[in-house]
Nanobody, 115 residues
Framework: QVQLVESGGGLVQPGGSLRLSCKASGNIFSTSITAWYRQAPGNRREWVAQ???????DYTESVKGRFTITRDNGAKTVDLQMNSLKPEDTAIYYC?????????WGQGTQVTVSS
């Protein structure tokens, strides 16, 4: 069992930055991928970025160049640095862990971008 706890959300003005963190407990496997998703009110949950155990990353087009995902395998954390935030980035952000035949979600953290 892998449990995930997100932190770092909050209210920020357009153009500002936030850093989200996802802390995992339990056994983390080298076959795993950890991702960030987000869900805005009335919208489907969408994939934002992901990072493999070995550090390979990928991003949805709308956040490329603004968001950076990193991980610390020893600390079992995956961070999402979000810069140049826009109002359309407002959503609940969820951490997701998946490995073959297993998946886990965090409880989410609210990010609000507003002046």
């Amino acid at each position: 069992q892998v449990q995930l706890v997100e932190s770092g959300g909050g209210l920020v003005q357009p153009g500002g930055s936030l850093r989200l963190s996802c802390k995992a407990s339990g056994n983390i496997f080298s076959t795993s991928i950890t991702a960030w998703y987000r869900q805005a009110p009335g919208n489907r949950r969408e994939w934002v970025a992901q990072i493999s155990w070995y550090g390979f990353t990928d991003y949805t087009e709308s956040v490329k160049g603004r968001f950076t995902i990193t991980r610390d395998n020893g600390a079992k954390t995956v961070d999402l640095q979000m810069n140049s935030l826009k109002p359309e980035d407002t959503a609940i952000y969820y951490c997701n862990y998946r490995q073959p035949q297993y998946e886990s979600w965090g409880q989410g953290t609210q990010v609000t971008v507003s002046s």
